[in-house]
């Protein structure tokens, strides 16, 4: 075929050049998935002789009928988690890293402590390094304790001073620790906690939420692709997020030596039917995702609660279009003609974010914006605040300034604290005049006499304050857990509401709450605002739909009319559907693939062409 471009004279050399280039890729491509391949049909074998000689018909129910490796009293797996830990303990004898991709709420971490227990039995006493969200922590803790007490942790956080005392006890004695347990944060966070991460050779590294490793780029990863360790598992519910190259990130993280100097060729393989036309793009893609699925296969265990939890509860899905309220979308329609006046010029990547922020905001509710106290509220507020002891040394000035730039809720939290501004606090109503509080006025007090318990989920911490006004005003007891939640706090939190049944509802910001923990105590999940990616909300509603639920759950996504959250669920459903073609069955990919970016989100809530 290059022969034929050289000597065809009416193309232009730049042409030639870029065919070569790309042939030269999907020869770089064919090659590695014949090496996957090849450890593919390496690894069938192992389970062939493993069975006796049986030929390998159905490798999820198979599997089980394989020896359990642990000899735990304590420990009692389910069929499919044996499954998980005999796929964990073939891939440690063949040498290889893995991602064990279940998803949530199937057992990932009893299978890791499994695992980690039957290396014990077998005499490798580690060291090993489990990094995890801070929120997790606890519980990996506590499950440590719990199912193999003869593993020795040191969980590795804290202030500085008592970090300082742990790396001096880990350098002095770091053999006596089976298992160094820390966040992500700390492993990739100052100079001298990366330094002894570092230094230690440990013998396995587990990543729980090993999702948060998919940007090559970041620091993080490039922090934590520093960690010396023989072995890599990651550990994820949700492998695939926005598109195939965050995949091929996590790929890359967990098996250096095959991937290494491929990224530019996934870069390129991977994105080139965005500009094709739709028949093409079509053809292009199927192919794309048969890579994917030819090159992730070795190294991937996934399996889904529909198929093996036939006794879990029910969990239905529920979006609830609301309206809003008459003034906001005053406020909307104000904020959308504004933008759509300004345009999205070649600078609607930097900002473009802004844009769609205030839309979304608005989208929620009123108060996250300025629009109810005008200048000359705010100077009166001013000159009254500087009669408080806590603004005596201030400038009326400079306070007026700082009202400014507030929103009307921080406004309404600020006079609401001093004597000498209460009258200009915002009254109940206002607070409560919103499309979605409308719709929550509506299902709550239903949901509270039949027993139900609600997670809350939110991805602004000022809406969450929001919602705990709107709560207090209505009567309802509830916690709440965000970002700003001490880490020693938050596992104490998930015991009260665990434990107490009068607790009617749990706030949580969609990140901090929606990672690892487990709230089975709760039976309704409602997400006030959804995540861009969808991924994030379904760490979140699976928090409470997992091992140990009694009752069907129900999710709610609660969805503005006629805003930019419409365009949002739909970007978020076209992803989702990308996660089911490469780790499901279905090839079905004749759909057009909407990878709706900034530009086009805005565009449609802009309503321009």
Known sequence: MKDKLEKNKNLGKWIISECKVLLEIRDNIRSLMEKCQKISTNLESSIFELLGGEQLTNKADDLT???????????????????????????????????????????KTIQTIAFLAY??????????????????????????????????????????????????????????????????????????????????????????EGHMLKNMHSNRYKSLMKISSERRLLLTGTPLQNNLLELMSLLSFLMPDIFAGKTDNFRKIFSMSSGSSNDIRGTYEQETLVHAKRILQPFFLRRLKINVLKQLPKKSDHVIKVSM??????????????KGKSGCGSDVQSSGASMLMQLRKSANHELLHRALYNDDLLMTIAKRLIKDS?????????????????????????????????????????????????????????????????????????????????????????????????????QELIDKFTDDDDIFIFLLSTKAGGMGINLTAANVVVLHDIDFNPYNDKQAEDRCHRVG??????????????????????????????????????????????TADVASLLKEALKMR
């Open 325 to 338: 309220s008459h003034d906001q979308g005053r406020l909307y329609e104000k904020l959308r003609k504004h």
């Open 65 to 107: 009928s394989l020896i359990l490796f642990v000899n735990l009293p304590s420990l009692s797996l389910t069929p499919y988690q044996l499954v998980g830990l005999n796929w964990l303990i073939m891939m440690h004898q063949h040498k290889l890293n893995g991602i064990l991709g279940d998803e949530m709420g199937l057992g």
């Open 390 to 490: 806590a603004f005596r040394n201030s400038d009326v000035q400079c306070i007026f300034e700082d009202l400014q730039v507030m929103s009307d809720f921080e406004i309404h939290t600020l006079v609401s604290k001093h004597k000498v501004t209460k009258e200009y606090k915002l009254e109940e109503s206002v607070i409560c005049r919103s499309g979605k509080f409308a719709h929550l006025d509506e299902v709550l007090p239903e949901m509270k006499i039949k027993g139900d318990r609600i997670l809350l989920f939110s991805q602004f911490t000022m809406m969450l304050d929001i919602i705990e006004v709107y709560l207090e005003f209505r009567g309802y007891k509830y916690l709440r857990l965000d970002g700003s939640t001490p880490v020693t706090e938050r």
């Open 119 to 208: 290396l014990l039995e077998k005499g490798d006493e580690g060291p090993h390094v489990i990094i995890s969200p801070s929120s997790t922590i606890d519980n990996w803790l506590r499950e440590l304790q719990k199912w193999c007490p003869s593993l020795k942790v040191l969980p590795y956080y804290g202030s500085q001073e008592e970090r300082r005392h742990m790396r001096h006890q880990l350098m002095k004695a770091g053999s006596d620790v089976n298992v160094i347990l820390t966040s992500y944060n700390m492993a990739s966070g100052s100079v001298e906690d990366r330094v002894l991460f570092k230094k230690f050779n440990y013998r396995y590294a587990v990543f729980d």
């Open 549 to 594: 639920q009694t009752r069907d759950v129900k999710v709610y996504r609660l969805i503005t009319k006629n805003s930019i959250e419409e365009a949002m669920l739909r970007c978020a459903q076209d992803k989702l559907k990308l996660e089911r073609d490469v780790t499901g069955n279905s090839t079905d990919v004749n759909e057009e693939a909407n």
